[in-house]
């Protein structure tokens, strides 16, 4: 299995919901990532977990909420949204161990519209 | 802070013309650098990975090349074909903080 799958691939969801989206790997890569990306814009970094633990925030608004409840699974929990973060939300994946990273690899991602 | 340009941003060719697509960046201690391509509204897909210390990765129609000490990559896409329409990022990756950085991309269009 060489693939990082992200569900839903397509969420809207009302400014007051609450809702999650999950990425799920089985390459045994132990460092996992979120990005989000805009129309027409390169992703951009929000949260990097190493080993299970976050270990960078981009500062990045208390409305997302990341989890990584074992080495494979990442989530990243969405509470009272703002239309302005609509947008597509990738996963990834990475080999690590210490002192050497290797290649990522990405999910499909979640298509997310906040009205 | 890494900074990643990716010229031209745009680029349409008929099919059968080879690509050139350049990438410059501002940071030469990265550990790698990948090449990406992604489809409207989709994931992105890895193409190629250079490591620091190699010059050139081939797969396929496909070939990169890295001058890390002059901070410049290209991918070289032989012979294109209309299913090679798409948007190709560059992103070199930080050897202290092992970062994916990102270009804005290239956006090719091959003509049938």
């Known amino acids: 299995d060489t693939e990082v799958t992200q569900t839903p691939k397509h969420l809207v969801m009302g400014m007051t919901n609450k809702k999650s989206l999950k990425c799920e790997q089985h390459?045994?890569?132990?460092?996992m990532y979120w990005y989000k990306q805009k129309a027409k814009k390169p992703p951009e970094l929000m949260f990097v977990y190493s080993y299970e633990k976050l270990s960078i925030n981009e500062s990045v608004p208390s409305r997302f909420s990341p989890e990584c409840p074992n080495s494979s699974l990442l989530n990243l929990h969405l509470h009272a949204l703002q239309p302005e973060d609509s947008a597509l939300y990738l996963c990834?994946?990475?080999?690590?161990?210490?002192?050497?990273?290797?290649?990522?690899?990405f999910g499909s991602g979640t298509r997310l519209t906040v009205v | 802070k890494q900074e990643v340009t990716q010229i031209p941003a745009a680029l349409s060719v008929p099919e059968g013309e080879n690509l050139v697509l350049n990438c410059s960046f501002t940071d030469s201690a990265i550990y790698n650098l990948q090449w990406f391509r992604q489809d409207p509204g989709k994931g992105l897909t890895s193409l190629l990975l250079i490591q620091s210390s190699q010059r050139e990765q081939t797969s396929g129609r496909l070939n990169a090349s890295l001058d890390k000490s002059s901070g410049r990559s290209t991918l070289y896409i032989a012979a294109s074909q209309p299913g090679d329409s798409a948007t190709y990022l560059c992103?070199?990756?930080?050897?202290?903080?092992?970062?994916?950085?990102f270009g804005a991309g290239t956006t090719v269009t091959v003509r049938a």
């Open positions: 990834a994946s990475s080999q690590k161990s210490p002192g050497q990273v290797y290649g990522y690899t």
């Open positions: 390459m045994g890569h132990r460092a």
């Open positions: 992103a070199p990756q930080g050897s202290n903080d092992y970062k994916l950085s």
